[in-house]
């Protein structure tokens, strides 16, 4: 069973910036499995927020484009989320995710593994 651990949420202003990372137990990125991040936010459903598989292709949504960007470090299991220019509406809890994220087509869906969140929150 992969474990995978969290850091780096909290509560910021609009307009700042966050990182969160998240280590995985084991060894995890390889052509079609990655690792990326999901977040949830009161009475909505959960949603992708970006991924990355460990040749490098990314997913991200469309609310989050131009504004985060995702990373991996396949030497230490380990991906990163960079957040700037954050909104109101991106305050959620944030998931990690991890496993097999890309299938033919260029269909991105979840890993098997989840982190436990992290909680972001961006207000005045």
């Known amino acids: 069973q992969v474990q995978l651990v969290e850091s780096g949420g909290g509560l910021v202003q609009p307009g700042g910036s966050l990182r969160l990372s998240c280590a995985a137990s084991?060894?995890?990125?390889?052509?079609?499995?990655?690792m990326g991040w999901y977040r949830q936010a009161p009475g909505k459903e959960r949603e992708l927020v970006a991924a990355?598989?460990?040749?490098?292709?990314?997913n991200y949504a469309d609310s989050v484009k131009g504004r985060f960007t995702i990373s991996g470090d396949n030497a230490k299991n380990t991906v990163y989320l960079e957040m700037n220019n954050l909104k109101p509406e991106d305050t959620a809890v944030y998931y990690c995710?991890?496993?097999?994220?890309?299938?033919?087509?260029?269909?991105?869906?979840?890993?098997?593994?989840w982190g436990q969140g992290t909680q972001v929150t961006v207000s005045s």
């Open positions: 990355i598989t460990g040749v490098g292709i990314r």
């Open positions: 995710n991890a496993g097999r994220l890309y299938y033919p087509g260029g269909v991105f869906r979840p890993g098997d593994y």
């Open positions: 084991e060894s995890i990125f390889s052509i079609n499995s990655g």
